[in-house]
């Protein structure tokens, strides 16, 4: 009589995976129809599991059963009945294994034992619920202590195998055709390693790859979340620079105009009227300014106040340029400063962020002359060259007025200083020779 050793194939988890995560694209339509039959939780999915392991182990030992009587050596009814318990027992074990893993081992291996001792020493029989379980230790377990259970297990089984092909627990059993026990025992051996370390072994791999799948997704979300937080940064700083602009050149020229106009009151009515239509032009003027900026921060579509009454939208408004230098410096000798403007080469069109960048540089550096050399001459001075385009706005040593804005110092430079990076400029401030002022704007071409 010969025999060949029975062992089932590798069977992949047809419930959902430790992570409980969806099925992959291929058995999506599986996950799907498990989830219309009602079977959602891990729990209720791996007891269907269990089911079906129950059913393909109890075939296998049918085939083994049958194997044997066809041979001459058949089971008795007993063996055969307590076998077909042990099997069942082994599979049903399955629908706990995420919640206890090693306990579920355990069981298997348990009952592993009590099945070598009623099989013939040359078969190594293993049921499905080993391969399911052993997958689930490797996705819950580290790596050595997921190799320390398996070389348990495996040298467990092999023991087991030497002692029940010896007399006299080998008539448990039919006769087998094995008749060194320690062969025997390597056979189960290597079944249990075969069983228990390779799919092991692949559980540890998936659940490596789905704990960095994980990570990754994490640090995508983590990069996402600073990629809009910067961006929320950048346009608070943007539009932080915009009010800045508009408050320092139009609202601090309205507060030293008001501090004049104050003086003349009773004494020349005349000026102080002309004064007053000054600043009522400039309020204007600051207003539209402010519309233009607060308008951009609005959402599409949605209508101010002013324009449901009937007041002239902002959208689309002009933004300022190199082209309102002329009224920029109109409006400084307007206020008796002495503001000289310059303008050599021929023109080049720039890029809308470039465009306001000059015009808002000038303007800032306009309004410092204003509020900290009252009085003396500021040159502005714009040179379109063939590789560059050089702004320069210089004043003449002065003393602060007294009716200027005595707020916090330094963040108008800070604006400039930004303004010029995001278009590729470079910024130069400081002092004359002649103790004066400097601005200095300069934008390579190409």
């Not at 009252?374 to 060259?385: F, K």
Request: glycine letters at 10%; one cysteine or more.
């Amino acid at each position: 009589m010969s025999r060949e050793n029975s062992a089932c194939p590798v069977v992949a988890d047809a419930g959902q995976n430790t992570f409980d995560r969806p099925f992959p694209g291929p058995l999506a339509p599986l996950d799907k129809g498990l989830t219309r039959l009602g079977f959602r939780g891990p729990f209720s999915r791996d007891l269907l599991l269990s089911v079906f392991v129950t059913l393909a182990s109890l075939a296998m030992l049918s085939s083994i059963v049958g194997l044997a009587k066809a041979e001459g050596t058949p089971f008795t009814p007993a063996a055969v009945a307590v076998l077909a318990a042990l099997t069942t027992a082994q599979s049903m074990v399955v629908c706990v294994r995420r919640t206890a893993a090693l306990l579920c081992l355990f069981a298997v291996v348990a009952t592993q034992v009590a099945i070598i001792a009623l099989l013939p020493a040359d078969v190594a029989f293993q049921g499905l619920a080993a391969f399911f379980v052993a997958y689930t230790c490797g996705t819950v377990l580290p790596l050595r202590q997921l190799a320390r259970v398996v070389a348990a297990v495996t040298v467990v089984l092999g023991l087991f195998g030497v002692l029940f092909a010896l007399p006299p627990l080998a008539s448990l059993s039919p006769p087998a055709q094995v008749p060194d026990p320690l062969l025997a025992g390597a056979g189960r051996a290597l079944s249990s390693l075969l069983a228990f370390g390779a799919l092991g072994l692949v559980g540890n791999d998936v659940a490596m790859r789905r704990r960095f799948a994980r990570l990754e997704r994490l640090r995508m979300v983590e990069m996402e979340k600073e990629r809009t937080e910067r961006a929320i940064r950048e346009e608070r700083t943007r539009v932080a620079r915009e009010l800045h602009d508009v408050a320092a050149h139009h609202l601090s020229g309205m507060v030293v105009q008001a501090g004049a106009a104050e003086k003349l009151v009773g004494r020349d009515s005349p000026a102080v009227a002309e004064t007053v239509g000054w600043i009522r032009v400039q309020g204007k003027e600051t207003l539209e300014n402010m519309r233009l900026v607060v308008g951009a921060l609005r959402e599409s579509g949605e209508q101010s106040y002013e324009e449901v009454e009937g007041a002239p939208s902002t959208d689309g408004a002009p933004v300022p340029g190199i082209a309102d230098l002329d009224h920029l410096v109109a409006g400084e000798r307007a206020q008796g400063c002495e503001v000289a403007l310059e303008r050599t080469g021929t023109a080049h069109e720039l890029p809308p962020a470039a465009d306001v960048t000059f015009y808002r540089v000038a303007q800032e550096a306009l309004a410092n002359a204003r509020d900290h050399a009252w009085g003396v001459w500021v040159r502005v001075e714009l040179h379109h060259r063939e590789a560059e385009i050089v702004l320069q706005v210089d004043n003449g040593p002065g003393s602060e007025r007294e009716e200027s804005p005595k707020g916090t110092r330094g963040l108008g430079l800070l604006g400039m200083k930004e303004r010029a990076d995001l278009i590729g400029a470079e910024l130069e401030t400081g002092t004359t020779d002649s103790g004066g002022w400097r601005v200095r704007l300069t934008l390579p071409l190409g």
